[in-house]
């Protein structure tokens, strides 16, 4: 929007400007770090869901009167001298602010007294004061879109599905070799939230130290002394065949150690599929999560592979409240091309979930990552349907591309990244000594979501509807 200033001359008394602007989440959350005032009256409560209540600061109330003076009346180079103001009532997230400024008189030397006025919900004022402005100079035209962008690294989705666990019995989780604080210290977190009743496994003495490291106490916990990592995966997958654990927690040991026991043909947990792994990322500023498969399991799928990972990816998707996912299948180009092998398992895995091979789930591809994920690269590329441009989960060719992709989304877009193992009889919880507490307590949490739905074939928000109503 170009927006053009009005200069001393160009002013009369009485001329008035008026903006409208709804006070947001994001708006205090962006004040509170630019001016550090951080009285928990002013933030939103993610965790107690109270964000409408948060209470605006006055002074960013007062803020939004510069706005005014200094986009439209006087404008661009306008430059206060003063502002009195006087708060009359609150405002709150969610509620339309209207701003009004008027000139009230024109004194020498280029300055200009304005009424200066915030009105909130019904019109009453909530801020009333009188501005000296000194009036622009010189005559300037302004693109106010030019501003850079801000992405507040907010992890709602995550926050959504810890808070949706709350009332569901803990997950018994056999958590494999905690044996150092990080692994442990998730574990015992997740506890604490009610997300897991864990049974530790692994070396007891490594266990002990690694508590006395974190400043854990272990006195309300069961620890099975398997010093063997191998031995000790082992014996988490026995307690699930002995119906005393529902999920098995990676712990401080290889991936590959923790597979081989539950992969093994015999007393196993493998199920009708083949294993996969998805990441269910929570990306600042995208306003759903975003599932990729397979990332850490299977290193080149062929498309028998990829038929399971997209399925149990769908129905993870699903089993965290997104109603038909749009899934994406990924490669280098939108287009089949016979020479780049993905291109043509994408378009397969496609016919496949329009033949309800696949089911749950819409599925199209070979797409590219910016028409997969970008409304408008998908138009300027031609490429129509239901999911370019708004794909929700991610099906990507190998685990190389896949493992890049989600290590770029947490470590360069601010992503966290939650992680479970699918496939087998029961979840596999799999963290990494890189997560920090956001993702531990997210993957136990999509665990439980993912075994309640599984016991109760929909997704915990419908009871949660249903409990609403």
């Avoid at 009004?100 to 909130?120: A, N």
């Avoid at 506890?191 to 006195?219: C, M, N, W």
């Avoid at 290193?299 to 149990?312: A, E, G, H, Y």
């Avoid at 507490?437 to 997704?459: D, F, M, T």
Wanted: with cysteine; charged share 20%; hydrophobic share 45%.
């Amino acid at each position: 929007m170009i927006r053009e200033n009005r200069l001393y001359g160009e002013l009369a008394i009485g001329d008035t400007a008026s903006v409208k602007r709804v006070c947001t989440a994001n708006d205090l959350y962006v004040f509170a770090h630019a001016s550090g005032n951080l009285n928990p009256l002013h933030l939103p409560d993610d965790d107690d869901n109270t964000q409408t209540e948060a209470v605006a600061p006055s002074m960013w109330v007062g803020a939004l009167i510069s706005s005014v003076l200094g986009n439209v009346l006087p404008g661009p180079g306008t430059l206060y001298r003063s502002q009195s103001l006087r708060f009359l009532d609150r405002a709150h997230v969610g509620d339309e602010l209207t701003i009004i400024v008027t000139v009230k008189d024109k004194l020498p030397g280029g300055l200009v007294t304005m009424d200066t006025t915030v009105k909130g919900r019904g019109g009453d004022s909530v801020a009333e004061g009188t501005a000296e402005v000194l009036a622009p100079e010189r005559k300037v035209r302004v693109d106010m879109d030019e501003l850079p962008e801000i992405v507040l690294q907010r992890h709602v989705h995550f926050d959504n599905y810890i808070r949706s666990c709350d009332g569901l019995e803990p997950l018994v989780a056999a958590v494999v070799a905690p044996e150092e604080k990080e692994s442990l210290g998730g574990a015992l977190l997740a506890a604490r939230h009610g997300l897991i009743r864990p049974i530790l496994v692994g070396s007891a003495p490594l266990i002990q130290q690694a508590a006395k490291d974190a400043g854990e106490d272990l006195e309300a916990y069961e620890i099975i002394d398997v010093p063997d990592h191998v031995a000790a995966a082992g014996r988490a997958v026995e307690l699930v065949h002995e119906g005393l654990a529902g999920a098995v927690m990676k712990g401080h040991l290889h991936t590959s150690d923790l597979l081989r026991q539950i992969l093994k043909s015999k007393g196993g947990l493998r199920g009708r599929r083949r294993m996969s792994h998805a990441f269910v990322m929570d990306v600042p500023g995208l306003e759903h999560p975003l599932i990729i498969s397979d990332a850490a399991i299977n290193i080149t799928p062929d498309l028998v592979t990829k038929v399971d990972i997209t399925q149990s990816a769908i129905d993870v998707a699903i089993a965290l409240g997104i109603d038909k996912p749009k899934v994406g299948v990924l490669s280098a180009v939108e287009t089949v091309n016979p020479e780049i092998a993905s291109t043509l398992d994408a378009a397969a895995l496609s016919k496949m979930s329009d033949r309800g091979q696949i089911k749950g789930g819409v599925v199209d591809g070979p797409l590219a990552m910016d028409n997969a994920m970008d409304a408008e690269a998908a138009t300027t590329k031609g490429v129509t349907g239901l999911v370019a441009g708004h794909a929700e989960v991610l099906i990507v060719p190998n685990l190389e591309s896949g493992n890049m992709l989600a290590k770029q989304l947490a470590f360069v877009s601010g992503a966290e990244a939650a992680g479970i193992a699918l496939g087998a009889s029961v979840p596999i919880i799999l963290t990494s000594r890189a997560d920090g507490e956001k993702a531990r307590l997210a993957s136990c949490a999509i665990a439980v979501l993912y075994r309640y739905w599984q016991e109760n074939g929909q997704p915990i928000g419908i009871r949660l509807a249903e409990a609403a109503e």
